[in-house]
């Protein structure tokens, strides 16, 4: 296809992100109320409120490839408008091959518009084909990517299979999930259903949607007789990221299965308990603490969601680069990484005081009181009013009572 024979037969406005310039569809002209999500109304999908999620996916893959030391494949099998990928071909060095695809006919003419507008045709090849498919014509030793991005409507459980076998042992898979509804248990059977674990509607919810989906990632890819590891989580505003390093082999693959577990959750006095591997789950276990029942999330991902040498590599990265939300990612990634040795779930301050019927004290104070009775206690990301500590319920309680 040639530059001038694309002709876009739907409003388009030239915006610019991280280095490039590509052409979008003109969101405002899709909206006829305030309330419609203007993304999914366009031909082609854009979502300017992503932007961070790209900027990270930049960074993630060039500490990727810092860490890896050679040139990289690449493919972004869900691209809609090719942003993302044209944004590796340009931002990220030691990018030898890109690949975008689309399913939607739009979206093909308009990320291949893109490609040769920012003239990467030599660098990024664009499909016209369904993810799988695209996916699955590289799963052939020597034809697989060493980055993978999934960045689809809802969830990317459709496509992890395919992603697996198109992955280069030590490869970089990044997945986007934005069913929420069904990860933080709004929907728990459908949870169940796609991502083969339990979830719970509690306090850290958003965690244990990022446990979930890396829980099951861990799991499809043990079935290839691959171990993944995460390396870097985040979430979003309406979503959960997660990128997971794999390792081809079945020893690999049963010491990742390790990291597989359970936790268990008191609703009444916040007492959470974890156990790595598949203990008997009875629906009728009792809170040591008060002796309600206590509800159970998982199987999911017990081992760490983030690498701190690998937030390090990110870190460094972004000292290099001009980015917009460049002071948003830095604050971020600090706690990603402070958190990434801290022990899974979090207590929510404004909840237990609320329980507690007590005042509630800043955060950071609660922190301070913490560590002085000597416990673990850092900040979250997932949650501004969260704390990660490994004090239990009621030491956290008593913390709470002595500071009114
Ligand atoms: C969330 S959008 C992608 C946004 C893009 N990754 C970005 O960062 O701007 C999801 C895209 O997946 C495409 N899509 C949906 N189902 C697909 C499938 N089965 N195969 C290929 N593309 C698909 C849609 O047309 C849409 O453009
Ligand atoms: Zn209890």
């Known amino acids: 296809m040639i530059l001038e024979s694309f002709k876009p037969n739907f409003p388009t406005e030239m915006i610019e992100e991280g280095r490039v310039k590509v052409l979008v569809p003109e969101l405002k002209a899709f909206v006829k109320l305030p309330s419609e999500y203007a993304p999914s ?7 300017p409120v992503m932007e961070l999620n790209r900027d990270l996916a930049v960074l993630a893959v060039q500490a990727y490839q810092r860490k890896i030391g050679r040139k990289i494949c690449v493919c972004e099998p869900l691209t809609g408008c090719g942003l993302r990928g044209i944004r590796f071909a340009v931002e990220v060095q030691g990018v030898r091959k890109t690949l975008i695809s ?4 739009q979206a093909f003419r ?8 920012s003239r990467l045709t030599k660098h990024v090849t664009v499909r016209k084909k369904e993810a799988n498919l695209a996916l699955s014509s590289h799963s052939a030793p020597r034809q697989r990517f060493d980055v993978i991005d999934i960045d689809p409507f809802g969830s990317p459980v459709p496509f992890l299979d395919s992603a697996v076998r198109a992955l280069r042992d030590r490869g970089l898979l990044a997945l986007t999930a934005t069913d929420m509804a069904s990860l933080c248990g709004v929907h728990p059977r459908a949870c169940v259903r796609k991502y083969g674990g339990r979830p719970l509607r509690n306090e850290y ?3 244990l949607a990022a446990r979930l989906l890396a829980g099951c990632l861990t799991t499809i890819a043990g079935r290839h007789d ?9 979430r979003g505003e309406h979503y959960i990221r997660v990128y997971a390093t794999a390792k081809y082999g079945a020893k690999s693959a049963d010491e990742c299965m390790r990291n597989m577990g359970f936790v268990f959750h008191c609703f009444t006095c916040f007492h959470r308990e ?3 591997g598949f203990p008997e789950v009875a629906h009728s276990r009792k809170c040591d603490e008060c002796g309600s029942r206590l509800s159970v999330a998982g199987p999911l991902w017990l081992g760490n969601l983030s690498d701190a040498h690998f937030c390090d590599l990110m870190e460094q990265e972004i000292q290099k680069r001009k980015l917009k939300l460049g002071g948003k990612i830095r604050k ?6 402070s958190e990434s040795n801290a022990p899974p779930t979090y207590f929510v301050v404004d909840k237990m005081c609320d329980a507690l019927n007590l005042p509630v004290p800043p955060v950071d104070d609660v922190v301070e009181s913490l560590r002085k009775e000597g416990f673990h206690a850092s900040l979250t990301h997932f949650s501004s009013r969260g704390i990660r500590s490994n004090a239990p319920a009621r030491k956290f309680a008593d913390t709470l009572h002595r500071m009114v």
């Open 205 to 207: 919810c958003h965690e």
């Open 41 to 47: 109304k366009a031909p082609v999908f854009y979502n």
């Open 110 to 117: 308009l990320a291949s518009y893109n490609v040769q507008m």
């Open 102 to 105: 689309d399913i939607n006919e």
């Open 274 to 276: 974890t156990a790595k």
């Open 332 to 337: 971020m990634l600090t706690l990603v990484k």
């Open 226 to 234: 691959l171990g993944v590891d995460m390396v870097f989580t985040h």
